[in-house]
């Protein structure tokens, strides 16, 4: 039975909008005003410990990176509750493995109270009960850490898991996990990443190409083969 590990942000939900206003609020709180959308779409699939790492070396904000996490993840939870939106497509292909018994987790680079308010806040959290932060494991993606912890957890092979990714971070990161991959990239602009070429199953147009039941079918055939 293949075993189907989620990432969650840009994947299950359109979440981004979320974490770039809660980053560009922080951001503009330690003098660093308009922080655009282009800037934060060059840290899609990175964890947001990373990304503020990053950017307080590039900005020279003095406040520690443990403060800038503290408030960006309360501006972001105050957004994720209420403002977040599963990709309908997705929400099915869930509902359907849902119902074939398939064991399922979630593993994502935001932190487990972000996880958690998501996935309540659109009753994902009743279809997908394994979940993986990477505030868990040692590693981010693209270090396969979070994936290998999801499949543990599972009790499954990584052979026998396949990741559903939408950013090249998360797409070598289940490679590097010798996971299959099923890839819907958050935009088509990144689908040419050489990452992309890793996955088994691409949809090159990112989430308005994606098709549950495509992906459904591509899944069930690859249980044939493992």
């Known amino acids: 039975m ?3 590990i989620f990432d969650l942000d840009g994947t299950l939900v359109d979440s981004e909008p979320n974490y770039y206003e809660s980053g ?3 951001l503009e709180r330690h003098g660093v005003p308009d922080f655009t959308w282009e800037q934060h779409s060059r840290f899609i699939g990175i964890g947001t410990l990373e ?3 990053i950017l307080r070396d590039r900005y020279g904000i003095r406040a520690p990176v443990e403060q800038l996490l503290a408030e960006q993840n309360a501006a972001y939870l105050e957004l994720a509750r209420t403002r977040t939106e599963v990709y309908p497509q997705m929400r099915g292909l869930v509902e359907r493995l849902r119902t074939d018994g398939a064991a399922m987790a979630v593993a994502s680079g935001s932190s487990l109270e972000a996880i958690d308010a998501v996935l309540s806040g659109t009753g994902l959290d009743a279809l997908l009960t394994t979940v993986v932060s990477a505030e868990e494991v040692a590693h981010g993606k693209p270090a396969p ?3 290998l912890e999801a499949a543990r957890r ?6 026998d898991c396949v990741v559903v990714e939408d950013a090249a971070p998360g797409v070598r990161a289940a490679h590097a996990a010798g996971m299959g991959c099923v890839a819907v990239p958050y935009t088509p602009e990144i689908a040419g990443d050489a990452a992309f070429a890793c996955a088994g199953l691409l949809f090159p147009g990112g989430q308005p190409e994606f098709s549950a039941d495509a992906a459904y079918e591509w899944l069930v055939a690859r249980r044939r083969t493992v």
């Open 154 to 159: 599972l009790g499954a092979a990584p052979a």
């Open 24 to 26: 560009r609020r922080t």
């Open 145 to 147: 850490d979070v994936f």
């Open 2 to 4: 293949i075993s189907v």
């Open 51 to 53: 990304t503020l790492e």
